[in-house]
């Protein structure tokens, strides 16, 4: 063979005419050298950089082989040009053998095609399809015969392209627009790097040539091009391997995750009476993937965060282990996680019901199990009427400019913005559908439900629930009134209330506002669990229904109740208190009456019985000492605390100079030692007692005034 050809040999060779020869020359840009020649020059196309068919034909035309550097590289070819040589292989071998038997060479030819394209060989087929004619099968079956290899019949078209080679200067340059922050696309790579080869020096190249070469250089360094395009956060997202957790190793309530989540539907808000998007703060079980405890607020915050919890806590029946939590401000207050007490004064949640913490990392929502969760939690969100989408792309028509029949319709049909009422509703339906669902995953086709009952709690003990609401309850603090405690504009009382008026401690549930927890100010001692004041018809006995004379006859009772109780404690302290003293001041008067009228008396002295003197004054003095000269404590109704009973007997002792009982001295010496007197008290009457000190100094002319 020799190594070079004229376009008329090739047609020769192809079988074709030299015009389409020379056409597919030019589109294909085949390697030439010019000669000269009797009447000009004419071109000789290099056999080595022909296509593969062509070398073929031409091997086939001469009967006899290229030279061995333009034999395919077997180790480069692909997993279809393998399988298709083999193919090959089997049909020219079923070829051969059809042609040996055949007495009539060309009526044989014809027959095996048409058994080949009957689909008598389908797996053959199925690789080489119906492209496959005489004139093939003679030139595989040569080129098998000469070269003795099978995959010698591979199609290698394709696999050679004569293009520009781009420098390493070329490459920096490309791969410094691929990389830009901005994000650009290939395309505006493209055309941006051949500007900037020409002012460098470089030599320019086509378009495609940067789009394939940029293409191969993002499938080898995609985690450079997505960190240098999109940022830390992406590459974590896209490229960063994540942990696998095995959640075999924990059980139920271990470990809860807590996360907040924008409410894709609007909820009337109760302060603005306007449709706004609540946050949802959720508590979840990651061992049984069972949603606990949630709250519903405007903003997320830490006391919707504690409130949340303490729900978990009730529905659990016990005190997680762990509480895995976001990284967002709210999660790490110093309320919530005891952070810097000395400061703060107030222990941390978590320290106080013996809960460890874990927060998750910035930016890795892939950490959170919940992300997860509130993914399927979107269906209950985009079948509520007032849905507003994940963002803008998927915002309903009624938002979007121009779509006024669909807000015509929306009205129509009497949509709005769910209460809060509604939107508690509605949320504890879907999880109640959701724990039922079978799950993939760890839980391998187990429902959350069946999960989360082998392994809930027996309960919170009382210890447990003072522990809750202690730490969890939000706080206020009101002065008593008349009617009770006044809290969201309604009054809550108690009857232990009604004869109190003094600041106290109210703590109370954001959400179940059907009783309140009322304390003393110091926040220790529960006082009563007061409930709210129902409201009466004004005109109930004539206009009102059976339920409104009800609660009307309920309020009389009540208020007849109240007055009998203060009317038993009155005639109570007259009959102890105010009768027997006036009886002994209307004795005394009685006396120094009697001894006014009693006739005079002999002058002739008596003798005295002495020990008849000494006995009553003994007597006198043993009744003086056993009646006390002030009201004790126990019998004083305004005094509730043991702050107030202090405060009483201090005035007693120390301003008015009164000898206490020793009961209630040996009281107030031991109320001194108490914590309570020592953070809330000890200073206040240190510094009373100097003051009464040197106002009796100088009532008794000594000392500084």
């Known amino acids: 063979m020799q190594d070079s050809y004229t376009v008329k040999e090739i047609a020769q060779a192809m079988e074709v005419t030299e015009r389409a020869a020379h056409a597919r020359a030019v589109k294909e840009s085949w390697p030439f050298e010019e000669q000269s020649c009797r009447g000009g020059r004419r071109r000789l196309y290099v056999a080595v ?72 060989w389908p797996k053959i087929k199925e690789v080489l399809g119906d492209a496959v004619s005489a004139q093939s099968l003679e030139r595989w079956k040569l080129k098998l015969r000469r070269t003795g290899s099978a995959l010698s019949l591979a199609d290698t078209r394709g696999g050679v392209h004569v293009e520009p080679i781009l420098t390493v200067a070329h490459q920096t340059i490309i791969t410094a627009l691929v990389r830009h922050p901005n994000q650009p696309n290939i395309a505006e790579v493209c055309r941006e790097a051949l500007k900037a080869f020409k002012p460098a020096g470089l030599p320019p190249c086509s378009e495609i040539t940067i789009h394939r070469f940029v293409k191969k250089w993002i499938a080898k360094n995609y985690g450079e091009f997505v960190y240098s395009r999109k940022g830390k956060k992406a590459w974590n997202d896209e490229c960063c391997p994540y942990i696998v957790r095995d959640y075999t190793k924990i059980g139920v309530g271990d470990i809860l995750v807590a996360d907040g989540h924008a409410l894709n539907f609007e909820t009337i808000d109760p302060e603005t009476g306007k449709g706004t998007r609540m946050e949802l703060v959720l508590w979840y079980d990651m061992a049984s ?90 269906e209950l969100e985009r079948w509520c009427p007032s849905y507003v989408g994940t963002s803008i792309a998927t915002k309903p028509p009624r938002l979007k400019r121009g779509e006024t029949l669909h807000r015509k319709v ?27 669902r079978p799950q993939r995953g760890h839980l391998k086709g187990r429902s959350p439900l069946e999960v989360f009952q082998e392994g809930a709690g027996p309960g919170l003990t009382d210890a447990d629930l003072l522990k809750l609401r202690l730490c969890m309850l939000s706080k206020a603090v009101r002065h008593i009134e008349q009617n009770g405690v006044k809290l969201f504009g309604q009054h809550y009382r108690h009857p232990f209330l009604h004869s109190l008026r003094h600041p106290v401690l109210v703590r109370y549930d954001d959400q179940d506002r059907r009783t309140v927890l009322v304390y003393d100010q110091a926040g220790k001692n529960l006082i009563c669990e007061a409930t709210p004041a129902p409201s009466v018809h004004p005109a109930a006995a004539l206009l009102g229904t059976t339920e409104d004379k009800a609660v009307l006859e309920s309020e009389i009772a009540y ?39 009693a006739p005079a008396v002999s002058s002739a002295p008596r003798t005295p019985d002495v020990k008849s003197i000494e006995a009553a004054k003994s007597a006198a003095r043993a009744k003086l000492e056993a009646a006390p000269t002030y009201v004790p404590p126990a019998q004083m ?46 200073g206040r009457y240190a510094r009373l007692r100097t003051v009464y000190e040197r106002r009796r100094k100088a009532a008794n002319g000594g000392g500084d005034a």
């Open 49 to 120: 950089s022909l296509p593969a068919e062509v070398q073929d034909a031409l091997t086939a035309y001469e009967g006899a082989s290229l030279p061995a550097a333009v034999a395919a590289d077997e180790t480069a070819l692909t997993e279809d040009q393998r399988r298709g040589a083999l193919a090959r292989a089997d049909l020219v071998r079923l070829y051969t053998e059809a042609m040996a038997r055949a007495p009539r060479k060309g009526i044989a030819q014809k027959e095996f095609l048409s058994a080949y394209r009957a689909g008598v």
């Open 637 to 682: 109704p305004a005094i509730v605390s043991e702050l107030d009973r202090y405060e009483y007997l201090f005035n007693l002792a120390v301003r008015d100079g009164v000898a206490l009982r020793e009961p209630d001295a040996d009281w107030m010496a031991r109320y001194e030692q108490t914590e309570e007197y020592a953070a809330c008290a000890a």
């Open 410 to 436: 929306y009205e129509a049909m009497g949509y709005r913005p769910l209460t809060l009422e509604e939107t508690h509703a509605a949320v504890a339906m879907w999880f109640d559908d959701y724990v039922g």
């Open 289 to 378: 993937s069972y949603p606990l405890g949630w709250e519903i607020l405007p903003t997320e915050n830490t006391q919707a965060i504690a409130s949340a919890l303490r729900r978990a806590c009730l529905r659990l029946g016990k005190f997680p282990k762990v509480a895995y939590l976001d990284n967002g401000r709210a999660f790490k207050g110093k309320f919530f996680t005891g952070v810097d007490l000395e400061q703060c004064g107030l222990g941390g949640v978590f320290q106080v019901l013996g809960i460890a913490t874990i927060f998750a990392w910035p930016y890795h929502g892939q950490s959170k199990t919940i992300e997860r969760f509130f993914r399927s939690f979107g």
């Open 559 to 597: 208020k007849k109740a109240l007055e009998n109780h203060v009317t038993a404690d009155a005639r109570d302290f007259l009959n102890t208190v105010v009768l027997p003293e006036t009886q002994h001041r209307m004795r005394l008067v009685a006396a120094k009456d009697a001894a006014k009228a």
